[in-house]
């Protein structure tokens, strides 16, 4: 196996409160290979998002990175200042976020935004600036007279697009999407995870795809990663959690989702109850109180990551 991509060994990420931090990523280790998609789930309020974020050095006040490492192709961002960052940021690594919406600005035309976003980096004049938007923008299936278009004149679907293309604009060796097809129909987030597949395989960048729906990203990621209360449950390729997953969190989400292959009379049952509060967060395994196959000794030790198979780990004591 090649050097990774990316590697994150024990981040910790907190969020100060008047009560005191509350961690929301605890101690979380993750590669991702060149060219790989890597699928990461979870429930909300689970880490997902902040990991991201982190990634990114983007995370918002009251939040702190306590401790870790996220190397990326060889250097540790955590060490970068604001001037390695701005290297770094968008033309290495880039991210589409969860509401384009939000993310565009909302007075520009999207055009100017793609053509800002790669005079800022490159060497590019104005002109060739705005031929290139226009390029990035039929790559992902918007006509380039949409270049004068302002963020609220688009469907979700074709502001989802957009801001691919910016994602894209600059050749990115990792593209992180957050939730890119949330709020947009069944047809539409088809249409677009298509299109970043084939982009994906064109360009050959690497993905981290982090979403709700487990088995949407069974299908679409090369390996997956399921997060619960800021900690790994499991982590492996995604063939293999799809016939064989390992901690009971991650086979009660299987549970859940209906397929479209059900047999008539088969009953999908949700998991029971709900995840922690992370503020008072248990000594123990966290998913003990939801675990149909939870033991004494869960409730006081904490699990450790334990390797199932070739890039198969679970956090389950199980397994222990």
């Not at 309020?45 to 983007?58: D, E, H, P, V, Y």
């Not at 490159?122 to 705005?130: I, L, N, V, Y």
């Not at 990792?174 to 097809?181: A, S």
Request: hydrophobic letters at 40%; charged letters at 20%; a neutral charge.
């Amino acid at each position: 196996m090649t050097e990774p991509l990316l590697s994150i060994r024990d981040l910790c990420v907190d969020y100060i409160t008047p009560h005191g931090p509350v961690r929301a990523v605890d101690r979380v280790s993750l590669d991702l290979h060149k060219g790989e998609i890597l699928g990461l789930a979870g429930e909300s309020g689970s880490g997902k998002s902040t990991l991201a974020q982190a990634i990114m050095r983007i995370l918002p006040a009251p939040a702190v990175i306590r401790g870790g490492s996220v190397r990326f192709e060889g250097k540790d961002l955590l060490d970068l200042d604001e001037e390695g960052l701005r290297k770094v940021r968008w033309s290495r690594i880039s991210m589409v976020f969860q509401s384009a919406m939000d993310a565009l600005n909302p007075v520009l035309q999207v055009g100017a935004q793609i053509a800002d976003t790669l005079c800022a980096h490159t060497g590019m004049s104005a002109e060739q600036a705005r031929d290139r938007a226009g390029e990035l923008l039929e790559q992902v299936g918007i006509p380039r007279t949409r270049l004068t278009s302002y963020a609220h004149q688009l469907s979700g679907g074709m502001r989802q697009r957009v801001g691919i293309a910016l994602a894209l604009a600059l050749e990115p060796q990792l593209v992180i999407l957050d939730e890119p097809t949330t709020a947009l129909d069944v047809i539409v987030e088809r249409e677009i995870l298509q299109e970043i597949r084939q982009l994906q395989r064109a360009r050959g960048f690497a993905v981290l795809f982090i979403t709700h729906d487990l088995t949407r990203m069974l299908q679409f990621s090369d390996r997956v990663a399921v997060f619960y209360a800021a900690r790994l449950a499991e982590a492996g390729p995604s063939a293999v959690i799809a016939s064989k997953p390992s901690h009971p969190y991650t086979q009660g989400l299987l549970r859940a989702f209906p397929t479209l292959h059900d047999e008539p009379g088969v009953v999908r049952v949700s998991i029971p109850g709900s995840p922690p509060s992370l503020a008072s967060a248990p000594s123990g395994c966290r998913f003990e109180l939801r675990c149909p196959h939870a033991m004494e000794r869960c409730r006081t030790t904490a699990p450790k990551l334990v390797t199932i198979g070739e890039g198969h780990v679970a956090d389950c004591r199980l397994l222990d």
